[in-house]
């Protein structure tokens, strides 16, 4: 029971790191496509002006 114990935490603590780092790497890829966005958008309204 002791062995099932450690290796569930093992598993467990191995999904975490996995879904940490999808779920950082999809933020991260987010946060990329606002800044985009916006920079385009502001590119936009300054060719607008001129």
Known sequence: MNFNKISS???LREATLIFGAKFSSFFFWAQFQIVLRLH???FRRRNGKT
């Open 9 to 11: 935490f093992i598993l």
């Open 40 to 42: 385009k958008q502001r």
